[in-house]
């Protein structure tokens, strides 16, 4: 039996040779070997299991924000989490939300129920999984201050929960990233009554706010991380960055940290600018500028 069979018979869906373009934000990225689709805990932890006792190479694909995959592609098998995992469901103060619900879905979802704690990062784009990976947010407040646990699947097809402690959140960063080994199903969320209206009000200005000054098209939104008490994209306009070109990829003139997809760029365009800014960022500042996006597939 074919590996392909194998995996209908544990999974939603699978696809061969799906290209990794149309399920990322930059709409660069090869062909992934296997596209699987899992619908709830289930399925994934048969599919884990699976992957675990052959030895198969995967990682999880969220939204495709905050991506840069190779043009050559991603090998094994590549993880999309639908059906359950997009639920959100209220009950008192604690929202639980699937790893691949919308943050800002959940967040109107709070302030719809008078709940605030979701304000700083219910501006951004990006799924739950993803805003827990990256522990996200705005100077209003991090994904970390709210979160209570976090449901995980091991690679061997194993459920734990998660303590906020046991998530290792550090600035835009926790353990997730460093551990590979683990797959978010869902978070849980401490959250304080407020006043609904007026966070949605803030919401609302915010993401206008956003539209207004940020970029639109293709993107990852920033970058690079901002480095303590300084913002990347001052240092990369100073450095003389803004307007930079390679290939189809751009600097964003109204935005130094977006570095965007203006014209069919390649990814390899759009690391190759990358590396170029950083270099420019080094010799002006003597600052080395770490990656926000993450780097897939094979380079």
Same mark, same amino acid.
Request: charged letters at 20%.
């Given at each position: ?67 840069? $995959?190779?043009? @050559? ?55 739950? /999984? ?26 061997? /097809?194993? @459920? ?82 803004? /307007? ?9 003139? $109204? ?28 010799? @002006? ?15």
């Amino acid at each position: 039996m074919s590996l392909t069979n194998k995996l209908h018979g544990i999974v939603s869906s699978v696809r061969e040779n799906e290209l990794m373009a149309s399920h990322t934000t930059l709409g660069v990225g090869g062909p992934a070997d296997y596209f699987v689709e899992v619908a709830n805990d289930d399925e994934l932890a048969g599919l884990m299991k699976f992957i675990s006792s052959n030895g198969l190479p995967w990682m999880v694909l969220g939204d495709g924000a905050n991506l840069l $995959v190779s043009d @050559k592609g991603i090998r094994g098998i590549v993880i999309h989490m639908g059906g359950e995992f997009e639920r959100v469901v209220v009950d008192g103060n604690i929202i639980t939300a699937g790893s691949a619900a919308s943050i800002a879905r959940v967040a109107d979802v709070a302030a719809k129920h008078d709940l605030s704690g979701l304000e700083g990062v219910g501006t951004v784009p990006g799924s739950v /999984g993803g805003a827990i990976v990256m522990n996200a947010g705005t100077h209003r407040g991090y994904i970390d201050e709210v979160t209570h646990s976090v449901v995980i699947v091991t690679k061997t /097809g194993e @459920k734990q929960a998660l303590s906020r402690e046991e998530c290792g959140f550090t600035y835009r960063n926790s353990r997730f990233q460093g551990d590979k080994s683990l797959i978010i199903a869902s978070g849980t969320f401490a959250m304080r009554p407020g006043d609904g209206k007026a966070i949605e009000e803030h919401l609302d200005s915010v993401r206008r706010h956003r539209a207004e000054t940020q970029p639109q098209g293709k993107s990852a939104g920033c970058f690079f991380k901002n480095p303590p008490n300084l913002s990347a994209g001052k240092l990369i306009e100073l450095a003389g960055g803004k /307007g930079l070109t390679e290939g189809g990829a751009v600097v964003s003139d $109204v935005h130094g940290n977006f570095i965007m997809n203006a014209n069919n760029a390649t990814a390899s365009d759009l690391r190759n600018l990358a590396d170029r800014v950083r270099g420019m960022v080094r010799e @002006k500042h003597g600052i080395e500028l770490e990656y926000e996006v993450r780097l897939v597939g094979e380079w």
